[in-house]
């Protein structure tokens, strides 16, 4: 299929970077600001981003969250309280020292050295530490418990290099922080979200995911125990999409985050936190985006279906413009996914044809176009945005009757949401090799010049302390780390590759975002 | 009634603004945060924000708005830019100087000397400017317009005195931002968004508003016109709750938003802008609360039914759970005010009676209790949270049965929701005061010391510059302010109260928050 001529100009195959940014600006996702670090996130990629908080959103109460708001400024005070949370990620951070502005008397505006504040304030990164002081306010006996709060928040990490969606300066997220009696309940709670988060990526977003534990390295700091859904990205990395975490007893103590018992003693709560962001879109695009643009799963799809009149500026559009709205109510009429079918008529001006491309870059799975002969022979003309391109390398039109086409919709979002999802898993599947055994076999196999290597699930002992940086050392040569030890994965029964001791446990290693 | 024990020990009628803080807390709706001018909203009070943002927003979405994400801080130049902009309120703002944080070396962090950033930013006031700018990159030609964005945030304006949801350092907010060919066009969409905003207070949040223009010292420093929608509280002031702008061209001038029209030559577009925020919930409070706590109208109510069984910690408390599960199920079957009703089994730990005060106090609807002689007469126990107190100064409980409970729950949440609107409708009628047409009369309306005056409707010639700063600094020295021209007011027969002039139209003038 060779005489395709695809609607971006980068190739997956060619450079993976480039072709990232390309989608990202022809799928309208987000763009620069102007601002350091931060992006703004345009009407389609925000559009996304609603669907996925939605979704997540009524998985996350369904699990008994409530979700509160919290400020987004955090004292110094709480940071230097936990020296170990700082030494972990949030030493770049945007710190805010005044609260006026003046005139400096020559047409610029400066911080009024009058207006400095006493204590500076950061804007969050997280708010872990200040969601931990309501905690210790909010909990007074068992009765309390579990308490199981939720927060939709921007947060502020200054970052040197980044990259649009997968690390921003602010990035839009949730973070859940939950308290419970015991570690018995907490640990429960922790991967109850983690499944939280893989029945979103997997249902939702159509992204396979791979739940497992990390390894102490890749702990969160002051974590006794972390758990990640892993993806990978067509270009073999992984990504880190979600992160759920038990915390012990180690945040309660710090914020003092205490209960009476059924027995009247006092006793520090078990914690969990758990978060995603807009990170996944980044794996969206990385999952479902092809050389011709972005394919939005229809679950998290603003519009599941776009109507594209091909008007002609003249008095016959009248007639076709209503030929489209019947068809327009007709599909939202239906559900599918279980819910009501979101169908867009565009009515913008413009070709029809450019229209038609706008839309095959943005991903909409599903656009009907819809022209004069089609009103008269009372059919339209429907793309499925996941199988754009027939055998010739033109666009795979099929023409239904209007009727049928209105309704075979429901059916056809379902599958087409199945079909992205079963295509990136088989992908996904035939690029996990199991069967190496040394660092030589895993040095060779990530050496070939091999543009696609795909991760590796290997045994290993499970070291801890010097021995594990011995490892991570080891792999970080190799541009590699580990990502988790994956549920449900067959026993060890061999060596560890790293060690050469028994193995207890299999791990993936790959290269990673 | 005087026998009635109110839960509340604060009485508006005695001391409003106290009442107001113990609402706030009594129905848990939000608590300081330890951060000078943050509050944390709680699970109760944000569900009631997330209830009004999802009502808002399907309102925006309907108008054909596409919501966006824009960065949340603003390069210092952005205000340089604009003078005016910053000469009328944001010169109080959260400035961040450094990106970094460095122990100090005695157990202190501080800002980074090294990591001074060159170009101080601001957080977020408004967006105004940087959506400008996107706008400015967005729009070439007329067939990009009407572009129709809004923004859902957090902004920070530093406030001196703040006062939970009416004036907070942090707030959340909704800004819509829109670019139009012409005036014509510009100006009816400003008056499209003034009416989304009455259609939501009125329909939504039960509280009645008037729609009008804001005088000219009133305006939003840049705009042309400002009309807002006017609350009145139950201590007679007024709350501005949502304002909606025509900026004319001079936001386009100032960021460069240019469109080529239908004849090829380059033309600045008119923009609007308009917003609502968490004032709203303050508006509900002082609109609805009693003293027994806040009502909240059944459309905004996170929980519009709560189930309250009352458990005795023992074997029979399984069947009691039972019967109380089945009725859960039965009511959320129903659907009320367009949506499924949202029916809460609450099995917290605790005795009915205090579940019961909680739930008075955070104004759920409807409130059933069951008990183990209910569940063996097959009835519920009912209480209306809108009519609460029976004439012998006891909870008016309703005792129907089980079935019947369930089928009346869809008429009886939207009967509730109209008797809070009629009866807010009512006070605020009967507190607006039409005859007063001297100064004289109107100082010594407001002088009385009664404690409810209300608003006083006049007639005025429409003074511009001095004469209407004049009219102000009158107004001020009686505390009292002019808010807006109502739309579809009778016309002026009379004179100007203020200049004695002839009269062009009316205008309120009342207290206000």
Redesign the interface.
Known sequence: MSNIRHALSARRADDFAAWYQEVISAADLA?E???RG??????WG??I??RIQRLMDDRIKATGH???????????SN??REAEH?EGF?????????????ADGN?????DPEAKLEE????RPTSET?IG??MA?WIQSW?DLPLL?NQW??V?R?EMRTRMFLRTS?F?WQEGHTAHEDATGAKEHTLRMLEVYRACAEEDLAMPVIAGEKPENERFPGAVETWSIEAMMQDGKALQAGTSHYLGTNFAKASGIQYQDREGSQQYCHTTSWGTSTRLIGGVIMTHGDDDGLRVPPAIAPHQVVILPMLRDKPEDEALLAYCETLRAAIAGHSALGEKVRVLLDK???KAATKRWDWVRKGAPVILEIGGRDMENGTVSLLRRDRLWAENGKPDFAAPTKEDAAASIPALLEEIQRALFDEAAARRDANITRDITTMEALSAFYDDAAKYPGWAEVQWSRPTGAALDNVVEKLKALKLTVRNVPIGAAPADGACIFTGEAAVERIYVARAY
Do not use: Q
């Open positions: 763009e600001s102007g601002v931060c992006m703004v996130i345009k009407p925000y559009g981003w609603e409530d979700n509160c708001y919290f400020p987004i400024f955090i004292p110094l940071f230097e700082v949030a030493k770049e951070m945007a710190v805010v020292t005044h609260h006026r502005l003046i047409g610029k505006l400066i911080p500076p304030l950061v804007v200040i002081d309501a306010r009765r709060t928040a921007d502020v200054w602010e839009l913008k001006p413009g």
